[in-house]
């Protein structure tokens, strides 16, 4: 059994195929960075004075950018058969005052 163990753990982190619908709804925020770069600001004010903030976040994908309707397409192909997500490298960089 105690063989077994870590062959269970890594079988429950694999990735479940999933419906077409159901993997639509998934993909959505990975759209945003099919490019590679994705990022936002907010600026606000209330009793406490003005509010800022923001944030930008680059991967490895700007070397290979893929348009919105390419990167969903091979999102859902990919959580329908239940493959596991490319790994991709980054970095996020925020503010906030």
């Known amino acids: 059994m105690r063989r077994l ?8 982190c694999a990735p479940v195929p999933v419906s077409p619908e ?4 998934l993909c959505r925020d990975e ?3 099919a490019d590679g770069v ?12 003005g509010k800022a ?8 994908r700007v070397f290979n950018p893929q348009s919105p ?14 493959a596991p997500q490319p790994t991709t490298f980054g970095i996020t960089v925020g503010a906030s005052s």
């Open 69 to 82: 309707d390419e990167a969903l397409a091979a999102c859902i192909d990919r959580r329908v058969s239940g």
């Open 31 to 33: 759209v945003g960075l």
């Open 38 to 49: 994705q990022g936002y600001v907010g600026v606000g004010a209330g009793t406490g004075g």
């Open 53 to 60: 903030k923001g944030s930008i976040t680059v991967t490895d």
């Open 22 to 25: 159901r993997a639509a709804q």
């Open 5 to 12: 163990a870590p062959f269970l753990i890594l079988a429950a």
